[in-house]
């Protein structure tokens, strides 16, 4: 009765059964209804689609040419400086944005980087919801793949170097100084008037939009969300594709698709593959052969661009073709001559690695084709754990592959079944994993973290380079793994999925059904909104679902599953989502500091109503829901917990509920004693004797007595 | 207490036949309904037979009184007498009927008193199982998922 009924049912039930008494609760849960229905608190002061009073939204006026994968643009004034001309992209709710970039963006000016005026949540008046909005300037001029479409002649290379490259580059420089990635460098994210200028790159993840011709080989490999922030270097990369799109077009590329262009540079390298042995003005030589380069340790950065800008050459040789293998290596009806060719064949099919591993064939590949001794002895080593494992544990066969992938190609991506990703990438993939419904991807993970199998990868980096640093991106994700480690052991409220969703994004807001129109990151804005939403959930609503529970737990940091003690005797109670639900957002209301919110309390108050049923005791049962009563009206949830939470009701109401069963049963006992037929029999035989004794003896006195007297 | 009836009953007849001398023959008739009742009594404790000999015993004193007093004394008695007066036979015969009366009166006696008292038990008992419902609700007929109190 307590769970899965609908709210009010419980009361009514409870009123219908306990009579009288029930009826004066009747009342008080009219009362609490009534005070649910007449309360309006106070207003937002937000102005509908206007952030901080300054940036307002027009959406009368869409602007499509500004739209992103994941947002709508619309025109937008800066109502301090209203000639400004803006453009606001609205994020679609459950998408990541790259907020440290946008906080770094906000507060540089550069020539060729389009100016991020501002970014938050906005109250949006249609549809009526808040959103996360990204305010930037509108850029002049066309977009450089427009231009080229439209453009006749021969453009020059110094055109290119002046007005297109040295911007750029300048812009990446800049960029690199403050340690973030543009990571959207491609034709149509360039405008171009007098010179070229980077369009937006944060209202995505890193690379989530960029064409596969833009990214290095690694970053294509990997899936879309999971890019991770990288480094500069593939700016420097996308640069010199979006060059060969300038002098080539766009046919240059139109003939590609990923996987030949992967396919390609594992087999003739990236400067051959992606200049397709075209001619190029002689000026490029260097330019191309330093900036498509497949190690990005050794791409040219700003460091050579800016002489060779200046003039200065260099001379640059053609990078060699990969290292080949004497004899190819045979996989599913295909071949592989390079070791990373290898591990990007290998992830076509993934169920069929095992078969090659066990069977030797990759080991010897490795020492007799490859002739590399350290790494056939690694292989050797892995493939026996792959054999003594079997077909047994799933987990670790597939985390063993995976550490095969990863020594054939340690600088790709972290592949793991249909997995790609880098470390960097995790939390923005398991957020489009989760927006996309991919259970099954999101299990993976959830296993990839709580087993640390990213542990081998870091360990490959540090090898393969003696100067490696973390990057702050991948520093950063380490951190924020190890702290969810502890909490992927559990899989009650607050935790699992959703819980590794609100620690892998703390950017992201709560995705609770209750609170999907609204932009809510912090503690404050949920009981802010649960608390404006009262009046409307009193009838229909969970109290807590995975999602708020998630998003509470992962703020207030609980690490452990929620187990409430003093409510241990009492399962139904100690379970109870209303229960839970309290305990959680007390917790939040007193990190919050002074809220109070008694729109908020009355509708916990009647959703803990009917979950009160499980206290035996009655006239208990009466006085905690008369104190219930009396401390909705305080707006402190804190109260509320005390009573129901915290006090040992719970442990008494077992005891005595323990003693009056006891009770009950032995007098049932004795009253089936008391109407046993044979029992009367004989009591009244005994009585009767004594009774008949006492006459005899008595009367046996009262002779001896006159006897005695006579004599 | 049985082991120790037989000799006690022996040395107590030795001392009856010494004292009452053709007064015990007198003794062992008037007391013939004690005796029945003995052998037919199957309760424990034999109280049928203890009520009956009370009973007989009481009517018979102030026949008997006069034979143990002249033993006292060391006089002659003459039982002869009292052995063919028919009101003597009488009188210790009916009070051991009245011994088999006061057993079944008081049985009737016995049985409303208990019923009477029962029934008061009964009332007060279930007035506690009522309070108890009201108090732990229905559920405390048959908890769910308890076992029941080891006490009982």
Redesign the interface.
Known sequence: MIQGTAPGSGIEAFAADTGGVAEEFKNEVLKLNDFLRRYHPSATDAKHDVLQDRYRIELSTPLPEFDGKTTKAYAATDLAEPSRLLFALICQPGTVQRHRAIGILKTITHQCILPLASAGSVQLSRPEEERFVIFYERPQGKKLSELLAEHQHQITPHFVCDRIIAPIASAINQLAELDISHGSINPDNIYFSDMAVLGPCVSEPCGYSQPFYCEPLERMQAMPSAKGEGSTAQDYYALAAVVLYVLHGAKHFTEMNPELLARLILREGVYNAMTRQKEVPEIFYDFFRGMLCQNADDRWSHRYLKPWLEGKRYNVLSPPPPLEAIRPFEFENAQASTRRELAHLFCTDWDKIAESVRSGKLTQWVAVSLRNKDLAEKVARISRSVVDLGFKNEVQLTEQIMHIILLLDPNGPIRIKNLSLFMDGIDSLCAELYANKAHQELQMLAKFIEFNMGNYWMELQRKGSPNYTIPTAVNTILIKLERLRTTMRYSGLGFGLERMLYELNPEMPCLSPLLRQWHVLTLPQLLTRLDRLAPNLSKEDEPLDRHMAAFLASRLSIQHEIRLHDLASSPTLATNRAIIALHLLSMAQQKSGDMRLPGLTHWLVLRILPALDAV????LKQKIKAMLMEQAKSGYMQLLSDIVVTSNYASADQT???Q????????????AG??KGNR??Q???????????A???G??L???F???R?? | MAKAFLPLLLVVGLALVVLLQFGFIFLLLALLPSIVAFFIDRDPGKPTSKIVFACNLAATMPSLMPMIDAGIKFRHYDTSLTLSNPSTWLIVYSGAAAGWCLIYLCRYVARFTVTLLYEYNITMLEGQQKRLIEEWGQQIKHPPGMSPPPEL
């Open positions: 035996h005791s009655r006239s005595g509920f323990h009056a069963w006891s009770l009950y049963l032995m007098n049932e006992s004795r009253i008391y109407r009367i029999d009591e009244s035989a005994r009585f009767g004797f004594i009774i008949g004794k006459l005899a003896y009367a046996l009262l002779s001896l006159t006897v005695f006579g004599v």
